[in-house]
């Protein structure tokens, strides 16, 4: 994924990102000056890329530091031409597994409003020479240290397997700060964190706290995520900045705005990203809104909201309990009160969320 490109004096920013299906950029421009530190930020402490090398010809494990295992047969690289490799290859990985990862590396685990539980969600690539390189087959093995848990007394023994995207065309009717439908529409290709689309494969737990999958192609996305089947009634979640609102913050989005709203699920793998602005909003009520009728009522969970604005970072963590929409709403509000915090303290407050 191609990192934005800044420019502190020009009167606009221009993002260029690659999709990963599509493999072609897209340039778009938001509005507003773009306050460095937060691209900084997020380029800072985003999941990285880890680098290996595997002989082509003999095949081999790799094992990346948050221990998942990749085992490569051997003979099963080849070029874009069919050619199989032989030598060194070398390989790169980025894996995801925590909360805090998801956030840092914009891969919260929603698809389309539903909410999904995460056993692993991960990119690989390979190249010899700096020639890109293909897998003959999906006969690549990938193990997590995730597996699903016990659900009402049934141990789950798949996990449907999701496919990324991190560009998708898009239209956008924004919602007021009550909630109210207003007519503003844009197309456009934005990175919005990514697309997760169920691609038809499964996961399989092997009983003893791992979860392994094929992996069936490089360069691009793959999830392993679980639906969150939540049968209790569903409302719409509109979280206020009561301050420190970065007005910067557009319907153009990017993976790290100006202001941000995130929600952790208690004691579950899930990170939620409210990324849709409230539009048309007074001093007080401007912020971020859920998809429409998204969270279960009763839903326990941890809201993280930031800012970063001149130079300076604002946030807040609130435990909450989603509640029922006050008597003619048709939303639930949360209101968040910012106050300034230093670069490590975000960071700390943002691995913090592993823990909820």
Not at 51 to 74: M, Q, V, W, Y
Not at 297 to 306: D, P, R
Not at 335 to 342: G, K, P, S, Y
Request: aromatic share 8%.
């Amino acid at each position: 994924m191609k990192q934005f490109l800044l420019s502190a004096v020009a009167i606009a920013v221009t993002i260029t990102f690659t999709a990963c299906k599509k493999e072609e950029k897209k340039t778009f421009v938001l509005p507003h000056v773009i306050d460095p530190k937060v691209v900084s930020f997020f380029n800072a402490n985003a999941p990285k890329y880890e680098s290996f090398t595997i002989d082509a010809s003999t095949g081999g494990t790799l094992t990346t530091t948050k221990g998942t295992k990749i085992n490569f047969p051997a003979g099963i690289f080849k070029k874009a031409n069919g050619q199989i490799v032989s030598g060194n290859v070398t390989v790169e990985v980025k894996d995801i597994l925590s909360a805090s990862d998801m956030l840092l590396g914009n891969r919260p685990t929603e698809a389309n409003g539903q909410m999904l539980v995460s056993f692993g969600e991960m990119t690989v690539k390979a190249s010899q020479n700096g020639e890109a390189l293909q897998l003959k087959n999906d006969s690549a093995r990938v193990q997590v240290p995730l597996a699903p848990k016990p659900a009402n007394g049934q141990q789950i023994r798949e996990v449907p397997m999701w496919s990324g995207d991190s560009a998708v065309a898009y239209t956008i009717n924004g919602h007021d700060h009550e909630n109210t439908s207003v007519t503003l529409t844009q197309t456009g290709y934005i990175p919005r964190g990514i697309n997760w689309n169920q691609n038809g494969n499964f996961a399989t737990n092997n009983n003893n706290g791992t979860t392994s999958f094929a992996l069936d192609s490089l360069g691009v996305w793959r999830n392993c995520d679980a639906l969150m089947s939540d049968p209790r009634p569903k409302t719409t979640v509109l979280g206020y900045f009561s301050n420190h609102w970065n007005p910067a913050t557009s319907t153009s989005y990017m993976a790290a705005e100006p202001s941000m709203l995130y929600f952790k699920v208690k004691q579950q793998n899930t990170m939620v990203k409210l990324y849709n602005k409230i539009v048309n909003a007074p001093v007080g009520k401007e912020g971020l809104l859920s998809y429409q009728s998204s969270f279960p009522i009763g839903l326990e969970g941890t809201f993280l909201a930031i800012t970063i604005k001149d130079g300076k970072f604002y946030a807040e963590m609130k435990d909450v309990t989603i509640g029922a929409p006050a008597s003619g709403k048709t939303y639930f509000p949360v209101t968040f009160a910012l106050t300034e915090v230093t670069e490590s303290g975000l960071l700390a407050l943002i691995q913090q969320l592993n823990t909820k």
